[in-house]
Protein backbone atom coordinates (compact mmCIF):
# COMPACT_ATOMS: atom_id res chain seq x y z
CA UNK A 1 0.00 0.00 0.00
CA UNK A 2 1.67 2.84 -1.41
CA UNK A 3 1.89 5.93 1.44
CA UNK A 4 -0.54 8.55 0.39
CA UNK A 5 0.40 12.05 1.91
CA UNK A 6 -0.68 14.50 -0.92
CA UNK A 7 -3.93 15.07 -2.99
CA UNK A 8 -5.29 16.78 -6.12
CA UNK A 9 -8.27 17.64 -7.01
CA UNK A 10 -9.46 17.05 -10.38
CA UNK A 11 -12.44 19.86 -10.69
CA UNK A 12 -12.53 23.16 -9.92
CA UNK A 13 -16.35 23.89 -8.61
CA UNK A 14 -18.56 23.48 -5.54
CA UNK A 15 -17.87 19.81 -4.96
CA UNK A 16 -13.92 20.58 -4.62
CA UNK A 17 -14.85 22.79 -1.63
CA UNK A 18 -16.61 19.83 0.20
CA UNK A 19 -14.09 17.31 -0.83
CA UNK A 20 -11.29 19.56 0.78
CA UNK A 21 -12.63 19.42 3.99
CA UNK A 22 -12.81 15.88 4.13
CA UNK A 23 -9.61 15.40 2.70
CA UNK A 24 -8.19 17.69 5.64
CA UNK A 25 -10.11 15.20 7.97
CA UNK A 26 -8.08 12.80 6.68
CA UNK A 27 -4.41 14.61 7.08
CA UNK A 28 -3.79 14.80 3.35
CA UNK A 29 -2.43 18.00 2.06
CA UNK A 30 -4.18 19.34 -0.76
CA UNK A 31 -1.24 20.26 -3.48
CA UNK A 32 -3.63 21.90 -7.09
CA UNK A 33 -6.98 21.98 -8.45
CA UNK A 34 -6.97 20.73 -12.07
CA UNK A 35 -9.97 21.32 -14.75
CA UNK A 36 -11.24 21.40 -18.27
CA UNK A 37 -12.82 25.02 -17.86
CA UNK A 38 -11.59 27.86 -19.85
CA UNK A 39 -10.69 30.63 -17.54
CA UNK A 40 -11.99 28.95 -14.19
CA UNK A 41 -10.81 30.64 -10.74
CA UNK A 42 -9.05 28.34 -8.48
CA UNK A 43 -11.84 27.66 -5.44
CA UNK A 44 -9.15 28.52 -3.00
CA UNK A 45 -7.19 31.44 -2.41
CA UNK A 46 -4.29 29.53 -1.83
CA UNK A 47 -3.94 27.04 -4.19
CA UNK A 48 -3.59 26.80 -7.61
CA UNK A 49 -5.48 25.85 -10.81
CA UNK A 50 -4.50 24.07 -13.72
CA UNK A 51 -5.66 22.93 -16.75
CA UNK A 52 -6.12 19.41 -18.33
CA UNK A 53 -3.46 19.66 -20.84
CA UNK A 54 -1.10 21.10 -18.28
CA UNK A 55 -1.43 17.49 -15.87
CA UNK A 56 1.11 15.81 -17.76
CA UNK A 57 3.62 18.43 -17.25
CA UNK A 58 2.77 19.15 -13.78
CA UNK A 59 3.15 15.22 -12.88
CA UNK A 60 6.89 15.15 -14.60
CA UNK A 61 7.74 18.54 -12.27
CA UNK A 62 7.26 16.05 -9.66
CA UNK A 63 9.75 13.59 -7.65
CA UNK A 64 6.94 12.60 -5.43
CA UNK A 65 4.41 11.24 -7.26
CA UNK A 66 4.34 8.03 -5.33
CA UNK A 67 2.75 10.01 -2.15
CA UNK A 68 0.04 11.85 -4.47
CA UNK A 69 -3.71 10.74 -4.65
CA UNK A 70 -6.70 12.05 -6.41
CA UNK A 71 -10.12 13.22 -6.69
CA UNK A 72 -12.21 13.38 -9.26
CA UNK A 73 -14.53 16.61 -7.53
CA UNK A 74 -17.41 16.29 -10.57
CA UNK A 75 -20.77 15.96 -9.52
CA UNK A 76 -23.66 15.30 -10.45
CA UNK A 77 -24.64 13.53 -12.98
CA UNK A 78 -21.25 12.79 -14.23
CA UNK A 79 -20.38 9.36 -13.70
CA UNK A 80 -18.76 8.76 -16.92
CA UNK A 81 -16.15 11.95 -16.71
CA UNK A 82 -15.64 10.52 -13.21
CA UNK A 83 -14.79 7.14 -14.45
CA UNK A 84 -12.55 8.62 -17.52
CA UNK A 85 -11.04 11.11 -15.89
CA UNK A 86 -9.68 8.34 -12.66
CA UNK A 87 -8.12 6.40 -15.69
CA UNK A 88 -6.37 9.07 -17.32
CA UNK A 89 -5.02 10.29 -13.72
CA UNK A 90 -4.55 6.62 -12.81
CA UNK A 91 -2.15 6.24 -16.30
CA UNK A 92 0.12 9.08 -14.68
CA UNK A 93 1.31 7.03 -11.65
CA UNK A 94 -1.07 9.02 -9.45
CA UNK A 95 -3.40 6.80 -6.67
CA UNK A 96 -6.89 6.93 -6.71
CA UNK A 97 -8.13 7.60 -2.75
CA UNK A 98 -11.42 7.26 -1.19
CA UNK A 99 -12.11 10.24 1.12
CA UNK A 100 -14.51 9.22 4.23
CA UNK A 101 -16.15 12.22 6.17
CA UNK A 102 -15.45 11.18 10.08
CA UNK A 103 -19.35 11.40 10.92
CA UNK A 104 -19.88 9.05 8.22
CA UNK A 105 -21.58 5.46 9.67
CA UNK A 106 -20.25 2.72 7.38
CA UNK A 107 -21.04 -1.16 8.52
CA UNK A 108 -17.73 -3.16 8.47
CA UNK A 109 -18.67 -5.52 6.26
CA UNK A 110 -19.97 -3.49 3.41
CA UNK A 111 -17.20 -2.70 0.36
CA UNK A 112 -16.12 0.51 -0.52
CA UNK A 113 -14.35 0.74 -4.09
CA UNK A 114 -11.79 3.44 -5.46
CA UNK A 115 -12.45 7.12 -5.49
CA UNK A 116 -15.21 7.09 -3.63
CA UNK A 117 -16.76 9.99 -1.68
CA UNK A 118 -18.59 9.89 1.74
CA UNK A 119 -20.24 12.99 2.62
CA UNK A 120 -20.79 13.97 6.23
CA UNK A 121 -23.72 12.12 7.78
CA UNK A 122 -24.20 9.30 5.19
CA UNK A 123 -25.03 5.94 6.05
CA UNK A 124 -24.26 2.91 4.73
CA UNK A 125 -25.71 -0.47 5.99
CA UNK A 126 -24.46 -3.72 6.09
CA UNK A 127 -23.28 -5.77 3.22
CA UNK A 128 -23.43 -2.59 1.31
CA UNK A 129 -21.48 -2.60 -2.23
CA UNK A 130 -19.55 0.28 -3.62
CA UNK A 131 -18.61 0.90 -6.70
CA UNK A 132 -15.51 2.85 -7.88
CA UNK A 133 -16.07 6.62 -8.10
CA UNK A 134 -19.32 6.72 -6.68
CA UNK A 135 -20.86 9.59 -4.52
CA UNK A 136 -22.26 9.13 -1.56
CA UNK A 137 -23.48 12.77 -0.17
CA UNK A 138 -24.52 14.55 2.62
CA UNK A 139 -27.20 13.11 5.06
CA UNK A 140 -27.74 10.10 2.55
CA UNK A 141 -28.97 6.51 3.58
CA UNK A 142 -28.12 3.51 2.32
CA UNK A 143 -29.60 0.39 3.49
CA UNK A 144 -28.71 -3.40 3.76
CA UNK A 145 -27.85 -5.38 0.44
CA UNK A 146 -27.46 -2.72 -1.67
CA UNK A 147 -25.09 -2.55 -5.11
CA UNK A 148 -24.04 1.05 -6.34
CA UNK A 149 -22.03 0.01 -9.80
CA UNK A 150 -19.42 1.93 -10.97
CA UNK A 151 -19.78 6.28 -10.97
CA UNK A 152 -23.37 6.34 -9.31
CA UNK A 153 -23.95 9.58 -7.02
CA UNK A 154 -26.53 9.59 -4.66
CA UNK A 155 -27.54 12.86 -3.62
CA UNK A 156 -28.49 14.59 -0.38
CA UNK A 157 -30.90 13.01 2.07
CA UNK A 158 -31.22 10.72 -1.04
CA UNK A 159 -32.85 6.98 0.47
CA UNK A 160 -32.39 3.79 -0.64
CA UNK A 161 -34.14 0.82 1.43
CA UNK A 162 -32.66 -2.60 1.28
CA UNK A 163 -31.32 -5.01 -1.18
CA UNK A 164 -31.18 -2.65 -4.63
CA UNK A 165 -28.78 -2.53 -7.95
CA UNK A 166 -27.93 0.76 -9.05
CA UNK A 167 -26.36 0.58 -12.27
CA UNK A 168 -23.38 2.17 -13.48
CA UNK A 169 -23.29 6.25 -13.42
CA UNK A 170 -26.95 6.55 -12.49
CA UNK A 171 -27.89 9.36 -10.27
CA UNK A 172 -31.10 9.92 -7.26
CA UNK A 173 -31.24 13.05 -6.79
CA UNK A 174 -31.81 15.15 -3.23
CA UNK A 175 -34.32 13.66 -0.88
CA UNK A 176 -35.34 10.69 -3.44
CA UNK A 177 -36.58 7.12 -2.11
CA UNK A 178 -36.17 3.87 -3.80
CA UNK A 179 -38.17 1.47 -2.29
CA UNK A 180 -36.70 -2.25 -1.53
CA UNK A 181 -35.56 -4.67 -3.64
CA UNK A 182 -36.03 -2.40 -7.23
CA UNK A 183 -33.45 -2.08 -9.74
CA UNK A 184 -32.51 1.72 -11.10
CA UNK A 185 -30.83 1.22 -14.84
CA UNK A 186 -27.64 2.53 -15.66
CA UNK A 187 -27.49 6.11 -16.96
CA UNK A 188 -30.72 6.50 -15.21
CA UNK A 189 -31.81 9.61 -13.15
CA UNK A 190 -34.07 9.46 -10.26
CA UNK A 191 -35.47 13.34 -9.48
CA UNK A 192 -35.53 15.17 -6.33
CA UNK A 193 -38.28 14.00 -4.14
CA UNK A 194 -39.40 11.55 -5.75
CA UNK A 195 -41.23 7.85 -4.47
CA UNK A 196 -39.15 4.84 -6.79
CA UNK A 197 -41.73 1.81 -6.61
CA UNK A 198 -40.50 0.08 -9.46
CA UNK A 199 -37.80 -0.75 -11.43
CA UNK A 200 -36.15 2.07 -13.52
CA UNK A 201 -35.18 1.17 -17.18
CA UNK A 202 -31.52 2.80 -18.41
CA UNK A 203 -31.20 5.88 -19.48
CA UNK A 204 -34.10 7.73 -18.70
CA UNK A 205 -35.58 10.14 -16.04
CA UNK A 206 -37.85 9.94 -13.57
CA UNK A 207 -39.82 11.91 -11.40
CA UNK A 208 -42.89 12.67 -8.69
CA UNK A 209 -44.19 10.24 -6.22
CA UNK A 210 -44.79 7.47 -7.44
CA UNK A 211 -41.97 8.26 -9.71
CA UNK A 212 -42.79 8.47 -13.85
CA UNK A 213 -41.39 8.47 -16.58
CA UNK A 214 -40.18 12.20 -17.80
CA UNK A 215 -37.62 12.19 -20.99
CA UNK A 216 -34.79 10.10 -22.42
CA UNK A 217 -31.08 10.78 -20.99
CA UNK A 218 -29.45 12.59 -23.21
CA UNK A 219 -25.49 11.53 -23.49
Not at 149 to 155: F, M, N, Q, R
Request: proline letters at 4%; a neutral charge.
Amino acid sequence: MKNIKKIIFYGGTGQSKVMKTIAEYNNLEVLAVFDDTPNLKSPFNNLPIYYGNELENWVKSRNDVDEIGFCVSIGNPHGDARLIIAQKLKSYGLTSISLIHPSAIIAKNSFIGEGVQVHAGAIIGEEVIIGNQCIVNTKSSIDHECVLEDGVEVAPNATLCGNITVKRCATIFSSATILPNLIIGANAIVGANSLVNADVNQDIMVVGSPAKFLKKVSK
